[in-house]
């Protein structure tokens, strides 16, 4: 079925692509609309887990144990995606970047439809979970495909010297994603009640999500190949399995760019889902004010990517990364005392936590595309962002909720912290060539 889809993606038709010069507006916008659409399906997910899931999929355990089981079934995309990853990536890698993306796209958002139409445990009993655990499943599979594409169609577009510029376009995917997720749970509380939103008001962000999903395919669609994969053809460059050739060759850029993105995830998700379960379970927030802080951190992320992209620019990408991760260590030790001062201090958090997050996310695209050249680029950026997906972020909800239940605030400082020293011990290890 996969050859079927991406069938139209033959060396032929891609050389005949050449004629259409892709634009770099239509180039940055194109990666930017599948990211944007990507993670807002992902984040609906995550919002979901804390104030939706629980209740209408894990009815019979206490709030602690149903929250942990939500969170469990959020994991599963993380494991799912360097699988996604590694189907995407050869297909990118042998077919091209452009018909790739349009069919991890799809994938993704069959997914995210499906779970909106999904009957509760109510309805179906225990088929309700595993039906959710199994979308949840398609939509991490189809995310691992999409974000290593999208970088590429941006950095493998870039004229010489602005690749870290254009590199940080699709990492804006992210915050854009999670303040559209975050806004459509906003308001929807804001125009029903609590109850009508666990009866059904929850199911709209996941149907409604076809509406971004046709907008991507019309905008993925209209763009060409990009010049890098163009020339490899040309070349004759491309090798039968890709990911044999990046196991076999690539061994130590894999394994070092796992763990140079490993602060970034584990930052990102203490500051997003663990952060609103936080104040959703433990310090009681109106799940309202909870999603408007969510607002504010996804606005900051935002804001903070393009100014890392200038200052990699500028000082270069390895420096800024560098100095990124040392905050974000000397952040671990402050965030136990935020955490634990109400709400003022939760604010506090929200604005260094996701100003450091922008600063290391806007970066990490093109850091883990750069060792890799074209013919295993694709497969290759993909499994490493994939990688660091299930070390760092899997089940850094679940973690944090468990260290904070049975040791308090302070471990969880100590899990971010020791998260920074793994990322700065393997940037510093990395040549300037390989981050």
Known sequence: MMSDMLASGSPTATHSNRAGLNSPARVLFASLVGTTIEFFDFYVYATAAVLVFPTLFFPNSDPTTALLASFATFSIAFFARPLGAIVFGHYGDRIGRKTTLVAALLTMGVSTVIIGLLPSYETIGVLAPLLLALCRFGQGFGLGGEWGGAVLLAT??????????????????????????????????????????????????????????????????????????????????????????????????????????????????????????????????????ALEIQLLGSVLFGLFIPLAGKLAERFGRREVLILTTVLIGAFSFVLPGLMTSGESGIFVFVILAMALMGMTYGLIGTALAAPFPTKVRYTGSSITFNFAGIFGASLAPYIATWLQANYGMTYVGYYLGISAVITLACILLSGKEEV
């Open 156 to 289: 493998e577009n870039a004229p010489p010297g602005k690749r870290s510029w254009y590199g940080m376009f699709p990492q804006l995917g992210a915050p854009v994603g999670l303040f559209l997720s975050s806004g459509v749970f906003w308001l929807l509380l804001h125009v029903m009640s609590q109850e009508s939103l666990l009866a059904w008001g929850w199911r709209i962000p996941f149907v409604a999500s076809i509406v971004l999903i046709a907008v991507g395919l019309w905008v993925r669609l209209s763009i060409t190949e990009t010049p890098a994969f163009q020339k490899a053809i040309e070349k004759q460059e491309r090798v039968e399995v890709p990911v044999v050739e990046l196991f076999r060759n690539h061994k130590r850029s894999l394994v070092l760019g796992t763990f140079v993105a490993l602060a970034t995830f584990v930052l990102f998700y203490i500051g997003s889902a663990y952060l609103l379960s936080y104040n959703v379970k433990v310090l009681k927030l109106p799940f309202v004010e």
